[in-house]
């Protein structure tokens, strides 16, 4: 689902998708990524999930609820909800909390230089200054559906995806680069956009940190920190920029 989305469809045919698809598309990416955390409650550990990170789902579902067209936004925010009340009840079966290795924090604060090149490497036109209002709506409205995605891409590419080649006898090695292929290719969005910086130097360099940062802590919780950062920067260039 996360590899042939709604941009995808929209390259290959050339037609602009109605707003209510791309909400629904991305309502159920997260709704399927509380499904996953669901089914797999009793070894979060296999997937790299630590309490920190529920608390991120739960957060960004809530944000997401208000984010999307009511239709798809209601189920969103139950689904949130639900994850509460799991939570809540101690339904969730985390491993015992472990020390982040040294470096962790480094690792994660890669994410703004790698963001932020851009200014370096190019010549770039400030737009026309926002105004504060505009700044403020921008921001916030980034707030509310990035943290949803990138909980939703986090469960896929360094959760559920790591632990089933890891099932398959595949090494910790061959799972990494696995997922940071895949997790490249699936933003294919980009180079349809013309970012082409972004597709195909950005984001591998990103796939790689978030990887592992994941593979060093045994968490999604730093590479959901480091994505989120990294992602935030990106958008305040295109905003001023």
Aim: overall charge positive; glycine content about 6%.
């Amino acid at each position: 689902m996360r590899l042939v989305d709604q941009d995808l469809v929209v390259w290959i045919f050339r037609a602009n998708a109605p707003v209510w698809v791309i909400h629904w598309y991305d309502g159920v990416a997260y709704i399927l990524t509380a499904t996953i955390v669901w089914l797999n409650r009793h070894r979060l550990a296999a997937l790299n999930i630590d309490r920190p990170f529920i608390i991120a789902v739960m957060l960004g579902g809530t944000l997401y609820a208000f984010y999307l067209t009511p239709s798809i936004g209601v189920f969103v925010g139950m689904t949130a909800g639900f994850i509460y009340v799991a939570d809540q009840y101690k339904l969730f079966v985390f491993s015992i909390p472990v020390p982040y290795p040294k470096g962790t924090g480094m690792l994660i604060l890669l994410s703004i230089p790698l963001a932020l090149a851009p200014v370096l490497l190019f010549r770039l036109t400030v737009k026309t200054p926002l105004s504060l209002p505009t700044f403020i709506a921008d921001i916030f409205g980034y707030l509310q559906y990035d943290l949803a995605l990138i909980v939703f891409e986090e469960v896929v590419f360094r959760g559920a995806l790591w632990a089933y080649l890891r099932s398959l006898g595949l090494s910790e090695q061959t799972a990494f680069y696995v997922q940071a292929f895949l997790f490249w290719i699936a933003h294919h969005r980009i180079l349809v956009l013309g970012h082409q910086y972004s597709f195909w130097v950005a984001v591998p360099c990103v796939s790689i940190l978030l990887g592992l940062l994941a593979w060093r802590s045994k968490s999604l919780t730093p590479s959901t920190i480091a994505h989120f950062m990294f992602n935030f920067m990106t958008q305040l260039l295109l905003m001023i920029f």
